[in-house]
Antibody
Framework: QVQLVESGGGVVQPGRSLRLSCAASRFTFSRYMMHWVRQAPGKGLEWVAVISYDGLNKYNADSVEGRFTISRDNSKNTLYLQMSSLRPDDTAVYFC??????????????WGQGTEVTVSS | SDELTQPPSVSVSPGQTARLTCSGDPLPKHYAYWYQQKPGQAPVLVIYKDSERPPGIPERFSGSSSGTTVTLTISGVQAEDEADYYCQSADPSGTSWMFGGGTQLTVL
């Protein structure tokens, strides 16, 4: 079945960097927009970033603008989130999610299980 | 404002109908989506494009839209429907997405 598997989470000190990965399988990854969504402990969902199916267009939430970079490698069926200048309020479970096909915005029909990031000294 | 507002909690008895609302300025300009999230699990899409139901989602889940408010209706609520529910929408170009704060549905 269609699957997304995140990895790369962990404990990191404030100000440091971390890269998350999301491996896609059993669907044509290169046809879909991809998103990152996070959820702080005990809080709601927060959209983080989106990348177009071809990787040419990227957009971030204001809360991570200038610090986080979304990217993808369609040859490896993998989505990435490079996080820098991490802050304690970036502590969350990070989910990758499949968006719409090509340039058509749509809901997030497929989600990974999430990877936990803790920013603490 | 690009915020979506949901009531923090709704309670219903088994077999009754639960109506969860979501309001915000983005809603007339872009579709609404609804997600169910149970503790420790990833969200699951239960309604897309205001009222469409993905494969595998029970028929008791339905969605509707009117102006700046969308509603998720769960008819004949079951104990397994107890979860957090989040609405979602986007700007017209799909370059900025937002979630509501979530509604905790309690089945009494």
């Amino acid at each position: 079945q269609v699957q997304l598997v995140e990895s790369g989470g962990g404990v990191v000190q404030p100000g440091r960097s971390l890269r998350l990965s999301c491996a896609a399988s059993r669907f044509t990854f290169s046809r879909y927009m991809m998103h990152w969504v996070r959820q702080a402990p005990g809080k709601g969902l927060e959209w983080v970033a989106v990348i177009s199916y071809d990787g040419l267009n990227k957009y971030n939430a204001d809360s991570v603008e200038g610090r986080f970079t979304i990217s993808r490698d369609n040859s490896k069926n993998t989505l990435y989130l490079q996080m820098s200048s991490l802050r304690p309020d970036d502590t969350a479970v990070y989910f990758c999610a499949r968006g719409g096909e090509y340039n058509t915005p749509d809901g997030f029909h497929v989600w990974g299980q999430g990877t936990e990031v803790t920013v603490s000294s | 404002s690009d915020e979506l507002t949901q009531p923090p909690s709704v309670s219903v008895s088994p077999g009754q109908t639960a109506r969860l609302t979501c309001s915000g300025d983005p809603l007339p300009k872009h579709y609404a989506y609804w997600y169910q999230q149970k503790p420790g699990q990833a969200p699951v899409l239960v309604i897309y494009k205001d009222s469409e139901r993905p494969p595998g989602i029970p028929e008791r889940f339905s969605g509707s839209s009117s102006g700046t408010t969308v509603t998720l209706t769960i008819s004949g609520v079951q104990a397994e429907d107890e979860a957090d529910y989040y609405c979602q929408s986007a700007d017209p170009s799909g370059t900025s997405w937002m979630f509501g704060g979530g509604t905790q549905l309690t089945v009494l």
